[in-house]
């Protein structure tokens, strides 16, 4: 991603560059951050050719997707009203974190995405991520967003991902209304989850079978799948992208 030379990465109103969904960015940030090599973002080309799937290692830990702001706001319409969520400690059945620093969605849903379920091993003891979580998690929504928005080793991170990808930056301070990050994890509850920080908090979207991963009929059915409805409702702007994290088999 080609980032003008004037354009700060996080400016003084807490701006980001926004990050491209493609294997590339999320692998490069998640290396910055502390996660093990061995696990790996993959490209989701279909959620229904099984020849397509196959390319994907399971199980799949996360589902990263990027979804258009018509779609997304249309389905979110349809959510039941809810209380901003407080939980805090190691007892929350997922780690969420409140997005405050706009245009940073690409990084919480990593976050999310590598924090959650069976990806949570992967991430090296005394690392960034490693060091961030252990201050966090005891914290509620508010000050737990803080921890991100204060960490130094967090902007270079990003700031580092940020200059990868194919298309240009767009200004960070931009207002408008860009696509948003989703994460789906298959919590230690068994349970689906719908991670995003510009939400009120955690979705539980429904209970998984044992073998049932993150990129299963089922999980998709309760996840994405209903994006994806709005979208063909809407005449078909599949303006989606789908990334997996899952375990390299090499």
């Not at 940073?104 to 990593?110: E, R």
């Amino acid at each position: 991603m080609s980032i003008p030379k004037n354009l700060d990465p996080k400016g003084e109103k807490g701006f980001f560059v926004p990050l491209e969904n493609n294997p590339e960015v999320m692998s490069h940030l998640a290396d910055k951050l502390g996660v093990s090599p061995d696990l790996g973002f993959f490209d989701v080309y279909s959620i229904d050719d099984p020849d397509l799937l196959a390319y994907i290692p399971r199980p799949v830990y996360a589902l990263l997707a990027i979804v258009p702001p018509k779609v997304y706001w249309k389905a979110r319409h349809k959510e039941s009203k809810t209380t901003a969520y407080e939980g805090s400690g190691e007892k929350e059945p997922v780690i969420w974190f409140k997005q405050t620093i706009r245009h940073s969605c690409g990084l919480i849903g990593l976050l999310h995405s590598v924090s959650n379920g069976g990806a949570r091993q992967y991430i090296q003891k005394e690392s960034t991520l490693d060091k961030l979580l252990k201050e966090a998690i005891p914290l509620k929504p508010a000050p737990r967003a803080s921890v991100l928005y204060e960490s130094e080793a967090l902007v270079a991170a990003h700031r580092s991902a940020a200059q990868i990808g194919d298309t240009e930056a767009p200004p960070a301070e931009d207002e408008k209304d860009l696509q948003h990050f989703i994460s789906y994890v298959k919590a230690d509850d068994g349970h689906l989850w719908e991670l995003e920080g510009g939400w009120h908090g955690p979705l539980d979207r429904g209970e998984l079978g044992p073998e049932e991963d993150v990129l299963s009929e089922e999980a998709l059915r309760l996840g994405i799948g209903a994006f994806l409805k709005e979208a063909q409702d809407e005449g078909g702007e599949l303006r989606f992208s789908l990334v997996a994290l899952a375990p390299k088999n090499d």
